[in-house]
């Protein structure tokens, strides 16, 4: 059945001849490692650059760039096919459809040259460093301090929970210019770290409970010294320019989760029809069809939704509480499935040799990162 549960409003043909390339590419490159790399716990940078040669790595980019000067829904393909065909957190959608976002809208001249050609090519992987131990993802109470000497900031204090921590070149650091302003969020920048600077110290690769194969690091800084001019944009307004980006990170959790939840319940169709009890495939006893009926028809909703949510996101009208809503549906939906899913697989869903129990073990952090979606009802409650 693939991602062709009902026709596709957000694309035109463009985006899917595209959408053959990156199918291709996964099915040839990404998907065939992904037990090896999920046991390595991470994704080798050697293959950042052959995604960058098909154009798969922040297509948005302008061509002054390097990039192809694309709109959002070549970033939404590679993230739908990702999920669906290739089943391995690479980390392209975090390069992608966020850090490359920050340097296009508030990066100078200067680091839109030096960096983004590099971004695109996958000569360069990138990280955005948040989370903090101790303060979660509570930008104002964060407690790494970037202080000013001279022409440098001297930076200090840790993150964890990084993507792609233990191979990033380049990190978008959150940090405290300004210790005393109040409110505290005005305090807050983004200052660009370069992975080979004295004081910078990568910390251990995390073990999580799933998406193995993602590197998600701690991240140490004991005064790192960089020039003042690798802040991002103006000093102060990192919060601002956190929150601005936000809807754009959700709605692509969001795409995520939809192509995945798509991908266990087709997988648990070719199940069901194969696996037999009783004398006959589970998928005739009335219960295996009901749920799966129930399966099928909100899949088809959350398509329509999510295609009504990528229109307006490319026509730049899609709205904080509407990206929440979107990461908080299809999110939420992506758990059912996958639950309902691994439940029709019987004891063969609890063995990790099946793709379901991958699937269902990757699926838990949606609803965690990018905001927890207990905060996105808030956002959402908040408007009403």
């Known amino acids: 059945m693939s991602l062709d549960l009902i026709p596709r409003t957000a694309y035109n043909e ?11 590419f996964l099915q040839d490159e990404i998907a065939p490692n992904a037990e090896k790399w999920g046991e390595a716990g991470i994704v080798p940078k050697a293959i950042w650059p052959k995604a960058g040669e098909l154009g798969m790595l922040c297509p948005t980019v302008p061509e002054d760039y390097g990039g192809l000067g694309l709109d959002f829904g070549y970033n939404a ?13 690479t980390g ?28 695109v090519s996958g000569e360069v992987v990138t990280a ?6 101790g303060t979660g993802s509570d930008l104002q109470g964060m407690r790494t301090t970037a202080k ?19 191979n990033a070149d380049l990190i978008l650091v959150c940090c405290k210019t300004d210790t005393d302003v109040q409110p ?28 193995d194969e993602a590197d998600t690091s701690e991240l140490f800084f004991e005064d790192v010294r960089v020039p003042i001019t690798n802040c991002l944009g103006e000093e102060g307004k990192g919060f601002i320019y956190l929150m ?36 006959k495939p589970i998928l005739d006893f009335q219960n295996t069809r009901f749920t799966l009926a ?46 309902k899913c691994l439940q029709l697989h019987g004891g063969a869903g609890y063995m990790n040799e099946y793709a379901i129990a991958r699937a269902w073990r990757g699926a838990r952090v949606t609803r965690i990162f990018g905001g927890t979606n207990e905060i996105m009802k808030e956002l959402i409650g908040r408007k009403l």
């Open 14 to 24: 463009d985006h899917e001849a595209f959408r053959q390339t990156v199918r291709r």
């Open 77 to 89: 393909i590679v993230d739908e096919e990702s999920s669906y065909y290739g089943r391995v957190a």
């Open 294 to 339: 129930d399966i099928k028809a909100k899949l088809q909703v959350g398509w329509a939704h999510l295609d009504w949510a990528l229109a307006r996101h490319l026509k730049k009208e899609l709205t904080p509480e509407e990206g929440a809503a979107a990461k908080l549906w299809h999110t939420e939906l992506q758990w059912e499935v996958m639950d």
């Open 92 to 119: 392209f959608s975090l390069q992608s459809d966020i850090v490359a976002n920050y340097l296009v809208s508030y990066g100078s001249e200067e680091q839109k040259q030096k960096w983004l050609p590099k971004m």
């Open 128 to 133: 955005i460093a948040m989370t903090e131990p």
């Open 184 to 211: 505290a969020w005005k305090g807050v920048s983004i200052v660009l770290v370069e992975a080979d600077r004295e004081g910078f110290k990568r910390g251990r690769n995390l073990d999580k409970i799933g998406q």
């Open 244 to 279: 601005s980006e936000l809807p754009q990170e959700r709605l692509s959790i969001a795409v995520g989760a939809q192509a995945s939840a798509q991908k266990a319940f087709d997988d648990t169709v070719e199940f069901t029809r194969d696996r037999k009890a009783f004398g």
């Open 148 to 166: 000013k000497d001279g022409n440098h900031y001297v930076i200090n204090g840790s993150k964890t929970y990084i993507t792609n921590g233990q």
